[in-house]
Nanobody, 127 residues
Framework: QVQLVESGGGLVQAGGSLSLSCAAS????????MGWFRQAPGKEREFVAA????????YYADSVKGRFTISRDNAKNTLYLQMNSLKPGDAAVYSC????????????????????WGQGTQVSVSS
């Protein structure tokens, strides 16, 4: 079992930056692919970014490519999402997710490939 707790959300002006963290506990995240998803009110959950267990491979939604950066520190059992040049359309609840492990080389972008989820942190962007 992996427990995930996000932090770092808040209110920021358009064009600003926020840094999200996802602290994992219960087991090491070595070997575990991880990702970020978001869900805005009235919309379906959507993929944001994913990272392989080693951090070597990353994958981004087109809507955030070039603005967001996913990273991880396996020694700290923590996942990060640096968000720059934020837009009002980025406002949502952001959740981190982890798979079962297995040392995936290519991190998954589909929600059903992930087994563990955090509660989410709210990101609001004012125009």
């Amino acid at each position: 079992q992996v427990q995930l707790v996000e932090s770092g959300g808040g209110l920021v002006q358009a064009g600003g930056s926020l840094s999200l963290s996802c602290a994992a506990s219960g087991r090491t995240i070595i070997g575990v692919a991880m990702g970020w998803f978001r869900q805005a009110p009235g919309k379906e959950r959507e993929f944001v970014a994913a990272i392989s267990w080693s951090g070597t491979n990353t994958y981004y939604a087109d809507s955030v490519k070039g603005r967001f950066t996913i990273s991880r520190d396996n020694a700290k059992n923590t996942l990060y999402l640096q968000m720059n040049s934020l837009k009002p359309g980025d406002a949502a609840v952001y959740s981190c997710a982890a798979d079962q492990g297995g040392f995936r080389v290519n991190p998954p972008s589909r929600a059903y490939d992930y087994n563990y989820w955090g509660q989410g942190t709210q990101v609001s962007v004012s125009s």
